[in-house]
């Protein structure tokens, strides 16, 4: 035997787990503010301490070797220690400080965050809230590589997101009423098999979970149009220029001027997503606290 090698260095640890998750060396070199090189020589030196392979070429890419793959599960255990004492740490200081950064979806991001803002200026002053607005595709990735800390997320009936129990933790929020909204009232979801939808983007789950509604009233939707906003989905509606699914969360603050379907509601799950073992961390248990003031603040609905 050679002898035990000595620790490997963490930060290189790191730069191998972000290419895992990124997929390119670019891609690193611009999460971890890198050059391109810098990364090339980081995974290199990391590969002469191991003494094995890490990356194999693939085509015009690379892939991660079994040997790396093993190093990655153990940085992630790593990170996940190091975020425990983290919070132990900010738990033993008496005022709760420093910066959160958040990403949230569009309607979350309207009609929860400013009041939770209000909430933390008037209690938690010392507390900075960096706040992305991007959908749960996005931002979900954005947790695993810490990107961000916390996301709001969404899960839709009968399409539960999959579960990653050892890589987080959820807490739900609120129950978010999805309704069917016309320019006029309608009976029912089958009326509208001939009318233009707005729908949002294929591939998200909302949109899967809207197609997966109309399929099961018995047709295919014809989604004229495609937006990830929830605004020009009411715009386009009250114009006549379409049908579509509107959350309640959308008229926090107006009255709609278009008919809502209140006899068949679906409802989608609004929570709050974290790093396992995050959630202990005195900046996410007060933000959270935040959240469910926002949440309280808002009107009530019935249906």
Same mark, same amino acid.
């Given at each position: 035997?050679?002898?035990?090698?000595?620790?490997?260095?963490?930060?290189?640890?790191?730069?191998?787990?972000?290419?895992?998750?990124?997929?390119?060396? /670019?891609?690193?070199?611009?999460?971890?503010?890198?050059?391109?090189?810098?990364?090339?020589?980081?995974?290199?030196?990391?590969?002469?301490?191991?003494?094995?392979?890490?990356?194999?070429?693939?085509?015009?890419?690379?892939?991660? +070797?079994?040997?790396?793959?093993?190093?990655?599960?153990?940085?992630?255990?790593?990170?996940? =220690?190091? =975020?425990?004492?983290?919070?132990?740490?900010?738990?033993?200081?008496?005022?709760?400080?420093?910066?959160?950064?958040?990403?949230?979806?569009? +309607?979350?991001?309207?009609?929860?965050?400013?009041?939770?803002?209000?909430?933390?200026? =008037?209690?938690?002053?010392?507390?900075?809230?960096?706040? +992305?607005?991007?959908?749960?595709?996005?931002?979900?990735?954005?947790?695993?590589?810490? $990107?961000?800390?916390?996301?709001? $997320?969404? @899960?839709?009936?009968?399409?539960?997101?999959?579960?990653?129990?050892?890589?987080?933790?959820?807490?739900?929020?609120?129950?978010?009423?999805?309704?069917?909204?016309?320019?006029?009232?309608?009976?029912?979801? /089958?009326?509208?098999?001939?009318?233009?939808?707005?729908?949002?983007?294929?591939? @998200?789950?909302?949109?899967?979970?809207?197609?997966?509604?109309? %399929? /099961?009233?018995?047709?295919?939707?014809?989604?004229?149009?495609?937006?990830?906003?929830?605004?020009?989905?009411?715009?386009?509606?009250?114009?006549? %220029?379409?049908?579509?699914?509107?959350?309640?969360?959308?008229?926090?603050?107006?009255?709609?001027?278009?008919?809502?379907?209140?006899?068949?509601? %679906?409802?989608?799950?609004?929570?709050?997503?974290?790093?396992?073992?995050?959630? =202990? %961390?005195?900046?996410?248990? +007060?933000?959270?606290?935040?959240?469910?003031?926002?949440?309280?603040?808002?009107?009530?609905?019935?249906?």
């Amino acid at each position: 035997m050679d002898g035990v090698k000595g620790m490997y260095n963490l930060r290189r640890l790191e730069v191998l787990r972000e290419l895992k998750y990124r997929g390119t060396l /670019a891609a690193v070199a611009t999460a971890m503010s890198y050059s391109p090189s810098a990364v090339s020589q980081q995974l290199a030196l990391l590969e002469s301490e191991v003494g094995a392979p890490l990356l194999e070429r693939e085509g015009r890419g690379v892939r991660l +070797t079994p040997q790396a793959e093993i190093l990655v599960a153990r940085t992630e255990k790593a990170l996940r =220690e190091l =975020e425990r004492a983290e919070t132990e740490i900010a738990a033993s200081l008496r005022e709760v400080s420093g910066t959160l950064r958040v990403a949230a979806f569009q +309607t979350a991001m309207l009609a929860l965050l400013p009041a939770a803002l209000t909430w933390l200026r =008037e209690h938690h002053p010392r507390v900075r809230v960096e706040a +992305t607005q991007a959908e749960p595709d996005t931002s979900l990735p954005g947790l695993l590589t810490r $990107d961000f800390d916390l996301v709001i $997320d969404e @899960t839709f009936p009968g399409r539960p997101r999959p579960a990653r129990a050892s890589e987080v933790e959820h807490h739900p929020l609120y129950e978010d009423a999805m309704r069917l909204a016309t320019p006029a009232p309608v009976a029912a979801v /089958a009326e509208l098999a001939e009318r233009p939808w707005v729908m949002e983007p294929a591939g @998200t789950p909302a949109r899967a979970w809207a197609t997966g509604v109309c %399929h /099961a009233a018995g047709f295919e939707p014809d989604v004229a149009y495609v937006s990830a906003d929830m605004l020009t989905h009411a715009r386009l509606v009250e114009r006549g %220029h379409a049908v579509a699914f509107l959350p309640d969360l959308l008229w926090y603050d107006r009255t709609p001027r278009l008919a809502l379907d209140t006899s068949a509601v %679906h409802v989608r799950t609004v929570l709050a997503t974290v790093r396992a073992g995050a959630g =202990e %961390h005195p900046l996410i248990r +007060t933000f959270l606290a935040a959240l469910g003031y926002a949440v309280g603040r808002l009107p009530a609905r019935t249906g």
